[in-house]
């Protein structure tokens, strides 16, 4: 919380916009907690693993690297 209203005070003070304010890191230091229950019978939505995401990521990354060479 130091830093966020270090750098709102910096960001005041030069007429900038502040990288991180306290009410963002208020916001952040939240649990937020939501289900998914709602969109999965509604929409058909399928929670995808964490490492299966990861793995389609990068090879998707790795696509566009080399679509673009």
């Known amino acids: 919380m130091f830093y966020s209203r270090l750098e709102q005070k910096k960001a005041e003070a030069f007429g900038l916009y502040p990288l991180i304010t306290p009410g ?19 929409l058909g ?8 995401g990861i793995r389609t990521t990068l090879a998707w990354l790795h696509q566009l690297r080399n679509k673009a060479a």
């Open 45 to 52: 939505y399928k929670i995808t693993p964490l490492r299966e």
């Open 24 to 42: 963002w890191v208020e916001t952040f230091l939240q649990d937020w907690a939501y289900s998914s229950a709602k969109a999965e019978k509604q």
